[in-house]
């Protein structure tokens, strides 16, 4: 059994100053095995929703609202789909900064009131926002707008001003975010929100259009994720797709020997986009012991279903793989080196 892991944020830079270090006593031999004794590869920096694209052959964009609303229940069609995420913008001196719907704990009865009324004023423009998951919701268009925007991954935590959207249609579509903004801050869900303590709804963030391509089967016989975007691909090119289990003792029980296995861990993100550090080590300390640790034991073994273990740790600054398999289990005269030491220069 081949099994791929794909990481985001496994490997953070360290904050600029260089008054503190991420990585200061910071102990997972089990991590430190894996990078000492397997194939190092680097590649160029990218998000998880671009290397998972490239998993499926889709290299020139990132038409991530057509496959997240097949995961969210939504069907193959011609349509071009934008994601038009409700998100909070949060005033931090002279800029805005962008918490996104994955934190603002958002019901489903709020988003469906929240885009009732967006639907209602938005009409006579032909726009209808389609709330399939309470933090992710969708606008279908005729044809694709003239508009370059910013994945919401990469803006979560930041300052929005340059990442607005631009294009030559840029002019309409941030007209409609500002009038989406005046809606729904007056709306009565964010009042009582208020009431109750809770950041408000009070933008909507454009990203991720485009349509459907036909997918050949992808070179992974299982994708295994909760992450949105993996499971619509997996489904839109018929490959089988497994909810993630919380443990990879459980997951090597379930997966089926001889096959080849893509696991997406996608739980160091948050405290990675909201620079939360403690979290983010606590994070890699629970990703050691639940995933690292069982599958490279089974591996070590040198029997038993795991013949080859991948893992990408996926950054913005740059991309590391390593791969191990039962032959460099015997390398033992590499020494292990801390996680800092393969940080992207």
């Known amino acids: 059994m081949k099994i791929s892991l794909l990481i985001p944020d496994l490997l953070l830079p360290q904050p600029s100053g260089g008054m503190l270090d991420r990585y200061q006593d910071l102990r997972l031999p089990d991590l430190e095995w894996l990078f000492a004794h397997g194939t190092l590869t680097r590649s160029a920096g990218c998000g998880l929703e671009a290397c998972l694209l490239r998993q499926f052959g889709i290299e020139d964009a990132l038409p991530v609202a057509c496959y997240t609303q097949l995961a969210d229940g939504g069907t193959a069609d011609s349509a071009y789909w934008l994601r038009a995420d409700p998100v909070h913008l949060q005033a931090q001196r002279d800029q805005l900064v962008l918490v996104d719907g994955a934190m603002l704990d958002i019901t489903a009865d709020e988003a469906g009131a929240l885009t009732a009324t967006l639907n209602q004023h938005f009409a006579q423009d032909k726009l209808r926002f389609i709330p399939r998951h309470p933090a992710r919701w969708y606008i279908t268009l005729d044809t694709a707008p003239n508009l370059t925007t910013h994945p919401l991954p990469q803006v979560a935590g930041r300052a929005i001003n340059e990442r607005l959207p631009s294009g030559a249609e840029s002019l309409r579509w941030n007209q409609i975010i500002n009038e989406a903004q005046m809606l729904l801050h007056a709306h009565p869900v964010n009042q009582m929100r208020e009431t109750q303590g809770q950041p408000a709804i009070n933008s909507v963030w454009a990203w991720g259009g485009g349509a459907v391509q036909a997918l050949e089967p992808s070179d992974w016989g299982n994708i295994w994720a909760d992450d949105a975007l993996a499971r619509g691909l997996a489904i839109a090119a018929r490959t089988q797709v497994h909810a993630l289990p919380q443990h990879a003792t459980a997951f090597l029980a379930e997966a089926k020997r001889g096959e080849s296995h893509l696991v997406v861990l996608d739980g160091l993100r948050r405290a990675a986009r909201y620079g939360d550090?403690?979290?983010?080590?606590?994070?890699?300390?629970?990703?050691?012991?639940?995933?690292?640790?069982?599958?490279?034991?089974?591996?070590?073994?040198?029997?038993?279903?795991?013949?080859?273990?991948?893992?990408?740790?996926?950054?913005?600054?740059?991309?590391?793989?390593?791969?191990?398999?039962?032959?460099?289990?015997?390398?033992?005269?590499?020494?292990?080196?801390?996680?800092?030491?393969?940080?992207p220069e």
Not at 318 to 328: A, D, E, K
Not at 332 to 340: G, M, T, Y
């Open 277 to 343: 550090d403690a979290a983010w080590r606590e994070g890699l300390a629970r990703l050691e012991a639940n995933w690292i640790k069982p599958i490279l034991h089974a591996l070590r073994r040198g029997r038993g279903s795991v013949s080859e273990m991948t893992l990408h740790a996926i950054g913005e600054q740059g991309c590391l793989t390593v791969t191990s398999n039962r032959v460099r289990r015997w390398q033992f005269w590499r020494r292990s080196k801390s996680l800092k030491h393969y940080l």
